[in-house]
């Protein structure tokens, strides 16, 4: 198969990562921790470091160590493994044909984590995601929703409920998700609890707080002087402390009040312990505890991030998740922050016992407590990269900042040395032995083994795009436009641009954005064409050449062998372009809009209910290729997806 030239530029990777998958888990029970719906954070992705708690945060257990975490990538972009999951798997993939590359297990954010027993922990969030952890790794199972899951509570390892967004509850029977006819409609259900199978209560937006016996729907209890409720805990049959606005927590005890106070912020989680404890937590850091009498009181907080989430091991084991990665721990004297090894916001966190807890939160982050340190369970290197290469499935080139290069194979992820801690913003391959590698003031030469500089006397001095139709035939935009022919580099015009395309025969397409033209040379001659949108090219063949980028809409420019012609198509504003073929184009831009040529028309492609984040209205993509038909690899700011055909 004759490799086609390109380039994919501007991806941001968090880190890259084999994804996992596996099967539902077993074993016993436990209680619940329930969440309030916040916003997630802003914070970047970061590498899967450990941490261990600083003085004062007694750390519970034997102190054993967890596996190690993926290093953080030397800025020399130095070789070793880069991203391989420590419980390898096949890719977790939600929807129809397409799968997480990165983050791993997925990048959904999750808003809640419940479970039974070490080998039975559900994780819930948007898009109906539902993930598992049967002991060995994390897998998703389908939810049966679309929507929005804010909240899960495991009663048994085969009754499981969860709920969220236009009132939606589904139950787990041990082999599959289902609905459950809801009394909420049409409100959120935010936070379920319980003391047993036979025993769970629900709290939903308008102050609706209700109970299942196993058979029907109860009535609700009292609410005091709250607005709206965030979460609940039962401490018992017919016991439930409720927080929410105004700060205020109350103890219900047979649908009266019969406790409670007030914290100085909004209370958005709940959790308790066996001898009774409720411990509170809230927005600006807000921690508070009250006991089995309904007695509450605030205590002082090591922090002013608002905190998401709690779980209580015991009366001296209890922590406290929040915004920017926020770790707090109780040892039985005093609250403490501890170091996280992530900057994303953290909304959820439970343990099976004090040395097994998971915290769950923005972007799909999951972060495992071992008794002695918090850490990502898998080995994610962070690589912020900038360009993109897709020859087949296992061939996938990646450059980015600080001298980043990473390549996927058969078995993984790899890190070839680079030798430079450049930002790389180009990379275009011949073939896996023949890679080609640019960005400001570097031009790189290598493979899997590593790099070395070019030093190209007239040639290019930094590589804005690159492409080529083999080793002897390879083009680089950025300072002028150059050509390489297998032995020596030389500039083919003093015109530069951002984008360019090398087909077979000799004939290259260079895109001006800022001018809207687009450059063709053949047969010795550079002729300019006017054009709407040329940020990013692809070309099928002469006669099957697109232009897509720009701010103002969802139009692309085609060449059809004589003139330009420009295509509508729905959605926002397109960036990023790849085909499989000239029916089979494909074309991405901002709010998550995905179209697809079939040859006749422009007709969207974005799978309703897809639980990728990619397809929502927050993400741009930026990124694609496209190695055959229906093969292809989109990357917004910190995703990167495939659909397998």
């Known amino acids: 198969m004759r490799r086609l030239g390109g380039v994919l530029v501007g991806v941001l990777l968090g880190g890259l990562a084999a994804s996992c998958a596996g099967s539902a888990g077993s074993p016993v029970g436990n209680r619940d921790a329930a969440q309030a719906d916040e916003p997630a954070g802003e914070a970047e992705a970061g590498a899967g470091s450990d941490v261990s708690p600083p003085d004062g945060v007694r750390p519970q257990g034997d102190g054993r160590a967890s596996p190690s975490d993926g290093p953080t990538p030397p800025a020399d972009g130095s070789s070793g493994p880069v991203g391989q999951d420590r419980a390898t798997a096949p890719p977790v993939c939600p929807f129809d044909h397409w799968c997480w590359e990165n983050p791993v297990p997925q990048g959904n954010t999750l808003k809640s984590v419940h479970g039974t027993a070490r080998n039975d922990v559900w994780a819930v969030g948007e898009a109906g995601t539902a993930l598992h952890w049967d002991g060995q790794r994390w897998s998703a199972v389908p939810s049966g929703t679309e929507g929005y899951l804010r909240t899960v509570w495991a009663a048994a390892p085969g009754d499981v409920w969860a709920g969220g967004s236009r009132a939606v509850i589904q139950r787990w029977n041990g082999t599959s998700w289902s609905a459950i006819p809801s009394p909420f409609e049409p409100v959120d259900v935010l936070s379920i609890s319980g003391s047993g199978v036979g025993d769970v209560s629900f709290a939903g937006t308008a102050l609706i707080v209700t ?53 100085g912020a909004e209370l958005l989680a709940v959790h308790g312990t066996a001898e009774g404890e409720a411990w509170t937590v809230g927005e600006g850091g ?194 002028g436009t150059f050509h390489f022919d297998g032995k020596t580099w030389s500039m083919a015009s ?43 090219l692809w070309a099928g063949d002469a006669s099957n050449v697109w232009c897509v980028g720009g701010n103002q809409s969802a139009v692309a420019s085609r060449w059809d062998g004589q003139r330009w012609n420009n295509v509508s198509c729905p ?74 055909p």
């Open 494 to 536: 003093p015109e530069t641009g951002n984008a360019v395309w090398a087909l077979p025969g000799g004939e290259v397409w260079v895109a001006q954005a800022p001018l809207r033209k687009a450059l063709r040379f053949r047969a010795g001659a550079w002729t300019a064409y006017d054009v709407s949108e040329c940020l990013r």
């Open 211 to 263: 109970h299942f016996d196993g058979q029907k729907w109860g009535a609700g209890v009292e609410t005091g002087a709250l607005r709206w409720i965030n979460a609940l805990w039962a401490d018992g049959p017919g016991r439930l402390w409720l927080v929410g606005s105004d700060g205020l927590a109350y103890l219900v005890s047979g649908a009266r009040i019969a406790g409670g106070g007030q914290a």
């Open 286 to 479: 807000v921690v508070g505890r009250g006991d089995r009498q309904g007695r509450w009181k605030a205590l002082g907080s090591p922090t002013t991030a608002s905190l998401h989430g709690v779980w209580a091991a015991g009366p001296g084991d209890v922590w406290a998740v929040g915004a920017g990665g926020t770790l707090v721990h109780w040892d039985g004297q005093s609250l403490a922050a501890v170091p996280a090894p992530t900057p994303r916001t953290l909304h959820a966190v439970w343990g099976a016992d004090a040395r097994e807890a998971w915290a769950v939160g923005e972007a799909g982050v999951i972060l495992r407590w071992d008794g002695s340190r918090w850490s990502s369970p898998y080995d994610v290197a962070p690589l912020e990269a900038r360009a993109l290469w897709a020859a087949s499935d296992d061939d996938v080139w990646v450059a980015g900042s600080r001298g980043a290069i990473a390549h996927k194979t058969r078995v993984g992820w790899t890190r070839p040395a680079s030798g430079t801690t450049e930002t790389l913003s180009a990379v275009w391959a011949s073939g896996p032995d023949d890679v080609w590698v640019g960005g400001q003031g570097v031009l790189l030469r290598g493979n899997a083994g590593g790099f070395q500089p070019v030093v190209a006397p007239g040639g290019p001095r930094f590589a804005v795009a690159l492409s080529g139709t083999g080793p002897n035939d390879v083009w680089s935009v950025g300072g």
């Open 571 to 644: 959605g926002a504003a397109l960036h990023a372009i790849a085909g499989g073929g000239p029916d089979d184009v494909w074309m991405g831009g901002t709010s998550g809009n995905l179209v697809r040529w079939d040859g006749q028309a422009c007709t969207p492609a974005r799978p309703a209910g897809s639980p990728l984040p990619g397809f929502g209205e927050s993400i741009t993509w930026i990124a694609m290729g496209a190695t055959r038909r229906g093969d292809v690899w989109m990357a917004s700011a910190d995703t990167l997806v495939h659909r397998v």
